[in-house]
């Protein structure tokens, strides 16, 4: 391995190099081309502006996610700030848990009919099957409140502590759970409806 000195970026061929690698990682955590390539761009423009301060201590393409990765971060706790609804309020959190639970004279709350989930599975026969199962998910997560799909695709994705993920969101560990809950129901429907109904 060479050394510091002898190691120098290549900002002129970062496009060739790693342009359909981010965006591809920011596709697949924010469900939107245009703002997947608009990340992808900044990404770039903020490398080229930090580039002095490079250290070496990772290779470029392990700086440049962790760049994107930021900026996806930054993303999701810009939109998450706006036009966002309150999860605990009560008119929308009945709305919501009457959806999805019989909850009339009960406490426990079982399953409505409707949303009953599925017994069975299907099985992936094909490369093909994988991807469109791929397409549908992000069409389901880009359905998702900007703040659920968030704290859904921190986790997830980018395996990223609850405490992490509280504090980037600026949310409660409570609220945490709660919008983590929904996403995963309303996740649950959207691919029960478009993939496993197919």
């Known amino acids: 391995m060479s050394s510091p000195e ?16 981010l965006y591809s990682y920011a596709l697949a955590r924010v469900s939107r081309q245009s703002v997947a390539e608009d990340l992808v761009q900044d990404t770039f423009l903020s490398a080229l ?21 930021r900026k996806i971060i930054d993303y999701y706790r810009k939109k998450s700030t706006q036009n966002e609804l309150n999860i605990f309020d009560r008119d929308t959190k009945d709305d919501f848990m009457n959806h999805f639970f019989d909850t009339e004279g009960r406490s426990d709350g079982h399953w409505t009919k409707k949303a009953l989930p599925e017994s069975g ?35 997830n994705m980018d395996d990223m502590e609850t405490e ?35």
């Open 6 to 21: 002898e190691q120098k970026l290549e900002p002129e061929k970062w496009i060739e190099r790693y342009a359909d690698k």
């Open 49 to 69: 502006k930090a580039k002095d301060s490079f250290l070496f201590n990772a290779s470029e393409k392990t700086w440049l996610i962790a760049i994107l990765k």
């Open 121 to 155: 599975s299907k099985n992936f026969e094909t490369a093909i099957e994988s991807k469109e199962f791929q397409n549908i998910l992000q069409r389901c997560i880009g359905k998702l409140p900007v703040k659920w799909a968030a704290v859904f695709m921190l986790k």
């Open 164 to 198: 992490e993920i509280c504090k980037e969101l600026e949310i409660s560990p409570s609220n945490y759970w709660v919008i983590m809950h929904r996403a995963k129901l309303q996740l649950r429907e959207c691919m029960e409806l478009n993939w496993l109904k197919q």
